[in-house]
């Protein structure tokens, strides 16, 4: 990306200490207690030695803090154009594949019989979280790889305010994503524990593919296919990561991480966001393009009979032999 | 083109805080209680190999608060300083964990943001508004490079221990005291 | 620049809470200018200050060269004033001394000019308010009721505390002030900082000064240091220091019960029992004997009575030092053979050294150490005593004590006649002033007054028991903080007690604010040594005149003015300066008074130091070398900086100064000297004259006594005078010809004015003639009382003082951990000042005791824990806990210059609006107990007892 971490030099004064600390003799051997050579003043406060200082500044009683530096360069020269082709080179092949594949139609067309799917409560925490989340995405990329992808061709008053809004959106937004991601996980989770059925569903590809030895196959599924609970134990585990990472971020005074468990919960925060992101693109055309009825369910928690039996077989064959089938009136 | 630095001679220090005081008195406009962009620590304090250093920015040469900065607020001077511009920041604090030195200084500790603007030593360089402007002192201090002065901090050491200037004459002056102190005939600069 | 009043809102300061205060700058509040045009027009709003940011870049600016107002260093820096505001401060690198270095304090001068915290206009306590009132009635209000107590106790009920922070002027006419108004109960804080040391030191070679300088520290092949932290006191002397270990390799010998940030750069550090000062000098001067180290010579020639010196240290061998200073056997002998092999060596002392009931004792061990040495009269070597206040060393020399008039001329009654000379005053004028009776067979005006360290006990005392007609009623803390006194309960007491307490500061200061009176005090705004000019004395006995960098803030005034204005009202002004012009504003021109300091101050050659010659030295600080101090061309060629006294003669003499006292390589022209024949030629048949060793180009090449009238007519050398020298030298001594001719014709035959003796081993006048170990009065070694007992109880000068009756009672059992105190490098003093200063209170916000790990771990306590310590006494302080190995197990320590919080409780409300200092704290002297050197009455703050418990 650029030369800043081709050497990491970093403090001139202090190397010429070790430098030239050989050159620093003993004292008088008469002397019982001589005194540390500049030398070994600098192995003490290269190894991270703390000491005493009137300053109340945070972690100024640490003289340097020493990581490696790598982290530096991981999170600009990969995290960053990692998160983009997260977000836009999935919707890039996304398109291309449609373009490609088709959509995946309904057999039957609409049977006009809607099925219940998700209680009012349950598709309010699915928005709480959804909405958060692509704000998050949006800011969150800003955040990380504005500079490198957006500053260049703006201006600098129009950076500034972009950059500072991310930040300003960024911080409130996590709060309902954490609470509808808490949510989600723990009320969910139930309905997505993985079957043997789902195994086959992933060997044909949910059934989505419209040439070649996949075209027409309808796997068995349950409430969730297993894209979905793959999907769902993704956004659990490292929703769990970023949302732990960003607490550490967003409340420095709250939990007082050092700096490189900061810099750490930055790295993984990255990470997962990469991930996440890369789902969200996958999960949000599957539900609004892809699948036909799909977005139904999250509008009004009904599903169509038609898209329950070709998409939930197994779903909806429980419903209704247990007689909770419900439909809307 | 000069490539400033500072260097502090740990044989030297006494910490005494005149630096600290000096950067204080320099850049009293733009600084508030709490906000201490140089402060002297003492390692292996009250024992044998006691040792005092001070401590600011470095004005690294790949410096890793320009790296993390998610809004590129930083930007290196023709004299291999390392300023920022306070108008982008956005009080992340990044910058702060990725210092080694802890240079960056926040006025608040609030959660969501509400650290305000970083900040730290700017080698008495002032910042990217115009040199000695109302604006400059308020947000950055002094601009004694623009007077051809070097950092106030260095200039009033008690014991010349913190050097500041071009890099290869401060450490020239370094490298030879620390000859000197190991000769016992020798004559001090 | 905009002149706003801001209206009736007053300033809305956030109350510290206890300790710790924050930052109250009212950055948006209204501006006011500096100027005391201005001020008085304004008159009773909440002025502010204009500030730097308020200036434009670039405004004119003015370069004013002045010098830090910390300690006795005395560090040259550049003001940078636009339109009458300090907006910068710029390093002086060609500042002989410190050559643009400053510490903490130095590098936050300009804050003077900001001055939030201080006192805005005079004020008075009515009914436990602070009303304002105009300087007139202040002058009106106080003059009246001194002349009332006056009338009813005589002059001596008024106390005159003063100030080590006052201009030479300052000094001077503060001392002439209680002089003119027939007291001695006049002193200032050199009471119970140095002068142990200028008793002993001038008891044993002549004079009680650094005997070198600073810089001359730089040619020093050892460096002693004993109960003293410059890298904390005295900040800017490590650079001479340092380059003496770095440059000659110096070994750097730091003896001090705490390992200091000055042990940290030393090659030794001996941890000895607070108190054990002279067992640990003995006990090298055992080794030197012992081996032989000894320069026999020296001694021969120019050492009286070592010979007694070697019969007491034979009770001192290698192991009843350990035994009684804890440091170990090998490391007094390594000490003892540092200083041995390295010569020349410099001993250094401060109030680790001075601040004991033994000091004198232990200012005249580390002399006769260096005297055996050799190490006196040369370069690199010497008693390098450092100083604490900015002008301590002018305070002490213009008699700003409770002892002698200027000059050291003490109090006999030839002393007054000289000055009374010196003034063109009637004798019987001056001695009219007085009171003429006498208590307890002493005379008032020949009698030491009350001391400083305990103008408390001349209030509480019972007058029967005072040599004097009553107790002290009234009292001006003029420049000095009272929290620096031990025994702060009994100074509470005493400030009750008084009819009316009278502060004259910058600051409100403890005497205005610990009391708890409703009425009868009286706070008046003085302006600091930024507001105006004069000379001021470092340690090194230099002289700089310090330029005014502003206008006085406020509404306050200089000590000079509020001095003469007081003077009016009493009704002796026509006297008091009668020799001094005055100006349009009918001010006193400061010029003649620094004339009439140089006509009087003939004992130590401050007589040669011209206002115009002091000016020239400032005007010139780069034509100075900053290793020998010496101008090696320019204006001031040949001469050294600041023209360290003795500067003999007239100011017309041109004498150089004199760099290092007691230097027999040098012609007395040049600055050289010997050791001061200052009592008598013999003693006890034996001779007190040097033998065989004289200074350079001497025609008596032999000891001789100081000159007189009589002896320059038995030499035939009267006829050298000139007429007019004669009519003033007739019938009078070197120290006492207006004239200057007898000093003149003196060194014109290469002869020291004072005379050629030894240096004494032995005082015959004190009241131990060595010094002698005796245990501090509140010991944690009961076990060596009896082998090392204190003194018997005294009455010394105007007080009863109490030794063995302390002593006798144990208390080492409840209150088992040693107590010693020093300083931080941030604060100064009492601390109002620099506690006042923002950037440096943001450094040390809490009052703190060091403890040693062991000893916390005893007592349950971790490091920042609020604990409560209580002294031997009973004081009670609720202070944080700092657990570090700097202390040993068995001592704490703390520092002295937090004040505004005691036993446990705030003051903040005490103070008037807006003056509370950043930071406030409990005051170490709270803690501390009763101690007092028999010579000086310095108190004792470094050898105490005290328990912590966790609070």
Known sequence: MNNWFKQISLVLALVVGTMFSALSFAQDAAVANPQATEGQIWAQLQAGATGETTSHGQFHNQPINTYDLRVLELRSDWLAPALMAALFGMIIIFVLFIKVNGISKLHGGFSGKLVYRWSKFDVSIHWLGAIPCLLLILTGLTLLAGRFFFQPYLGEGFWAALIYGAKQVHDVMAIPFMIGWALMTVLWAKNQLPKMYDLKWMLVVGGYINFGPFKGKHPDAGFANAGEKLWFWAFAIFGLVISASGMLLLFPNLFEPSRTLSLIALILHSVSAIIITAFSIVHIFM????????????VSGYCDENWATQHHNLWFDEIKADGTLKYKK | MATMKFLCDTKRCIECNGCVTACKNENDSALEWGIQRRRVVTINDGVRGEASISVACMHCTDAPCQAVCPTNCFYKTEDGLTLHNKDTCIGCGYCLYACPFGAPQFPKQGAFGSRGKMDKCTFCAGGPEENHSDAERQKYGANRIAEGKLPMCAELCATKSLLAGDAEVISNIFRERVAYRGSKNAIWG | MKLTRKSNEAPTVAKPTLGISRRQFMKHAGITTGGIAAASLLGTGMMRRAEAKDIPHDAPIEIKRTVCSACAVGCGLYAEVQNGVWTGQEPAFDHPFNAGGHCAKGAALREHGHGEKRLKYPMKLVDGKWKKLSWDQAFNELGDKMLDIRKESGPDSLYFMGSAKFSNEGCYMYRKFAAMWGTNNVDHSARICHSTTVAGVANTWGYGAQTNSFNDIQNANAIFFIGANPAEAHPVAMQHILIAKEKNNAKIIVVDPRFSRTAAHSDLHCALRPGTDIPFIYGMLWHIFENGWEDKTFIEQRVFEMDTIREEIKKFPPKEVTHITGVSEEEVYQAAKLMAENRPGTVIWCMGGTQHHVGNANTRAYCILQLALGNMGVSGGGTNIFRGHDNVQGATDLGLLFDTLPGYYGLKTGSWKHWSNVWELDYEWVKGRFDQNEYLGRIPMNT????????????????????????????????????????????????????????????????????????????????????????????????QWREKVIEPLFESKTDLEIMYRLSQKLGFDKEYTKRIAKDANDMLVIEDVTREINRGMWTIGMSGQSPERLKLHTQNWGSFSNKTLEAEGGPAKGETYGLPWPCWGTPEQKHPGTQILYNTHKHVLEGGGNFRARYGVEYQGKNLLAEGSFS????????????????????????DLTAEEKTSAEGKNWKTDLSGGIQRVAMKHGCIPFGNAKARCIVWTFPDQVPVHREPLYTPRRDLVSKYPTYDDMQVHRLPTLYKSIQEK???????????????????????????????????????VEINPSDAADRGIRNGDTVWLEGAEGGRIKIQAMVTPRVKPGVTWMPYHFAGVMHGESLENNYPEGTVPYVIGESANTALTYGYDPVTQMQETKASLCQITKA
């Open chain 1, 287 to 298: 539900a609004t393009v892809m699948s036909e009825g799909g977005m139904e369910c999250m």
């Open chain 3, 810 to 848: 144990d208390s080492s059992a409840k209150y088992p951990l040693g107590l010693t105190s020093g300083r931080l490098v941030e604060y100064e003093g009492g601390g109002e000042e620099s506690r006042s200063n923002p950037w440096l209170a943001e450094l040390q916000q809490e009052m703190f």
């Open chain 3, 448 to 543: 030491p007054g009350i001391p400083c360290s305990r103008w408390h006990d001349g209030v509480l005392e019972t007058p029967e028991k005072l040599a004097q007609k009553d107790r002290v009623r009234m009292a001006f803390f003029w420049g000095q903080s009272v929290n620096t006194e031990t025994r702060q309960s009994e100074v509470r007491d005493a400030l009750d007690k008084m009819d009316t307490v009278v502060v004259v500061d910058p600051f409100p200061t403890m005497a205005g604010v610990m009391h708890r009176r409703k009425n009868g005090v009286y706070l008046l705004p003085a302006a600091t040594q930024f507001e105006t000019e004069g000379s001021v004395s470092n340690s090194g006995r230099s002289q």
């Open chain 3, 696 to 719: 350079k180009g001497a025609e008596i090449q032999d000891g001789y006594p100081e000159f007189s009238a009589d002896m320059l007519k038995q030499l035939g050398w009267w006829d």
